[in-house]
Antibody
């Protein structure tokens, strides 16, 4: 049973880069064949897929965010990370990391972490 | 990629059945049998309840079922229970190798 946990700053200044890490436990990030993704949810609004990475390094991104997003995997630490550059208040959201056995549905989710963009 | 279209809210009484629609395009829902549904209670992470249009993960009640016709997928909840009150989201794989969520539907159990 995989468990995921997000970590990172809860407050980021406008124009700076948001950085989050997801630690996976209960299985190896590289041996399970899973994809690893990030989803966000602005307060009171719906879910938005940000992007995903396969442990091999292949990445997939929401086209509307692609220019600002970097997702990477650190197999030695069993972690994957999100970087979102040039943030604005519109990027304020709960950010979830999730695991998916194929690129089509998420079956393991972290608890989510609120990131607020404000000066 | 535009969000899939879901009704903002639906409601039903205990014991009744309700259906939530999820409308996309021929670039996503209409072409791929890769529609998923998630249940989200307030302050909690989403939970997968249906994948690949009509498959239930282990442990999910058989009161939840999914279907698809053309560009519209549907989630049906039968024998409505108070604990089903939550937000429900669909998502779909797209022809651009991306994923797109629906706007979400708030289910109220009267």
């Amino acid at each position: 049973q995989l468990q995921l946990q997000e970590s990172g700053p809860g407050l980021v200044k406008p124009s700076e880069t948001l950085s989050l890490t997801c630690t996976v436990s209960g299985g190896s990030i590289s041996s399970s064949g899973y994809y690893w993704g990030w989803i966000r949810q602005p307060p009171g609004k719906g879910l938005e897929w940000i992007g995903s990475i396969h442990y091999s390094g292949t990445t997939y991104f929401n086209t509307s965010l692609k220019s600002r997003v970097t997702i990477s995997v650190d197999t030695s630490r069993n972690q994957f990370s999100l970087k979102l550059s040039s943030v604005t208040a519109a990027d304020t959201a709960v950010y979830y990391c999730a695991g998916h056995p194929s690129l089509v549905y998420f079956d393991y989710w972290g608890q989510g972490t609120l990131v607020t963009v404000s000066s | 990629q535009s969000a899939l279209t879901q009704p903002a809210s639906v409601s039903g009484s205990p014991g009744q059945s309700i259906t939530i629609s999820c409308t996309g395009t021929s670039s996503d829902v209409g072409t791929y049998n890769y529609v998923s549904w998630y249940q989200q209670h307030p302050g909690k992470a989403p939970k997968l309840i249906i994948y690949d249009v009509n498959n239930r993960p282990s442990g999910v009640s058989n009161r939840f079922s999914g279907s698809k016709s053309g560009n519209t997928a549907s989630l049906t909840i039968s024998g409505l229970q108070a604990e089903d009150e939550a937000d429900y989201y669909c998502d779909s794989y797209t022809s651009s190798s991306t994923l797109v969520f629906g706007g979400g539907t708030k289910l109220t159990v009267l």
